[in-house]
């Protein structure tokens, strides 16, 4: 898989039945999908694991059933339950490098008055420490601008329940000292 955003869908080598809707698929989906598990997720590498495990099960899906349409909704939702997922592993293995390592005694301390820090830059710093979940409404809705129904069933709940879940966040955002609406 590349390093690289997943903006040239010429990079993925597909042979099969059904090629030329995986390569269209591909070209309509992925740079989509790029950005959205790049907004989930920091590490470039993992963004690329998990949009290329999104096409995998895409693929799989096509080979059980090559006349079912799957919905942009489908891979969102594919691509947000294995960012969630990453989420967590990368936890799991941060917690286990900390036990390791005292991680304070090796941080270097930065003076933060030497910094100029633009208030977007710490607006996406306090949306990246939310909840995966919490996260991924915001992203859903603010970053990759779609509707509220819509957001709402890829994270399979009501728009009025998300409309509610993003009051709350927005809240909790400007009582942090940010507000993303």
Not at 117 to 122: G, I
Request: a neutral charge; glycine letters at 4%; one cysteine or more.
């Amino acid at each position: 898989m590349p390093t690289g955003p997943a903006t040239n869908a010429a990079i993925y080598h597909v042979e099969g039945p059904h090629d030329d809707v995986l390569r269209e698929t591909i070209d309509r989906m992925g740079p989509l999908l790029y950005r959205f598990a790049l907004a989930m997720l920091s590490n470039r590498e993992a963004v690329d694991d998990v949009v290329q495990e999104c096409f995998v099960r895409y693929w799989r899906e096509l080979q059980k059933n090559p006349d079912r349409f799957i919905s942009p909704g489908w891979f969102y939702k594919v691509t947000a339950r294995l960012c969630i997922d990453e989420t967590r592993r990368q936890k799991r293995h941060g917690e286990a490098l900390g036990q390791i390592w005292d991680l304070e005694r090796t941080t270097p301390q930065i003076d933060p008055m030497l910094h100029e820090t633009d208030p977007r830059d710490e607006l996406w710093n306090r949306i990246q420490a939310l909840n995966p979940n919490d996260r991924l409404a915001v992203v859903l809705v603010y970053y990759e601008d779609l509707p509220l129904k819509e957001a709402a069933n890829i994270l399979g709940t009501t728009a009025t329940f998300l409309k509610t879940k993003l009051a709350r966040i927005r809240k909790k955002l400007a009582r942090e000292g940010g507000d993303i609406s």
